[in-house]
C-alpha cells in the first residue's frame, strides 16, 4: 500500500499552465493504476487522467489535448501536466493509486487547490 503526498497546486490565469506533483511513498512501478481527479463545489469528482503499469493512458474529452499524465520512475512521482487552462477548470484536484502490494488498496492524496481566475 502506497501513500501519497500532492503539490503545485495554486492561481493560474486562464489559458495559462500549471504542473501537480504527486509523490509515492514507494516505487510507482508497483502501482496498477494512477489517475488525476478533479472536485469543484457542487460537483461530482471527475476523472480527468489515469495511466496504468503498462503506460496504457486515458484522457477524457473534457481536457483531451489539453492534460497530460506522465510519471518519473526514479522520483516515484507521477504529474498532470495541465495546458490551456479553463476557469470551470477551478477544482480540488486529487491523486490517486490503486494495485496489489500483497492485498488490493486505492488510496488518495490530500487534494491540491487550483484555481483559474483573471
Known amino acids: 500500500q502506497v501513500q501519497l503526498v500532492e503539490s503545485g497546486g495554486g492561481l493560474v490565469q486562464p489559458g495559462g499552465s500549471l504542473r501537480l506533483s504527486c509523490a509515492a511513498s514507494q516505487s510507482i512501478f508497483t502501482i496498477a493504476v494512477m489517475g488525476w481527479y478533479r472536485q469543484a463545489p457542487g460537483k461530482q469528482r471527475e476523472l480527468v487522467a489515469k495511466i496504468t503499469a503498462s503506460d496504457t493512458t486515458y484522457i477524457p474529452d473534457s481536457v483531451k489535448g489539453r492534460f497530460t499524465i506522465s510519471r518519473d520512475n526514479a522520483k516515484n512521482t507521477f504529474y498532470l501536466q495541465m495546458n490551456s487552462l479553463k476557469p470551470e477548470g477551478t477544482a480540488v484536484y486529487y491523486c490517486?493509486?490503486?494495485?496489489?502490494?500483497?492485498?488490493?488498496?486505492?488510496?488518495w492524496g490530500q487534494g491540491t487547490q487550483v484555481t483559474v481566475s483573471s
Open positions: 490517486n493509486a490503486a494495485g496489489y502490494s500483497p492485498t488490493w488498496y486505492d488510496v
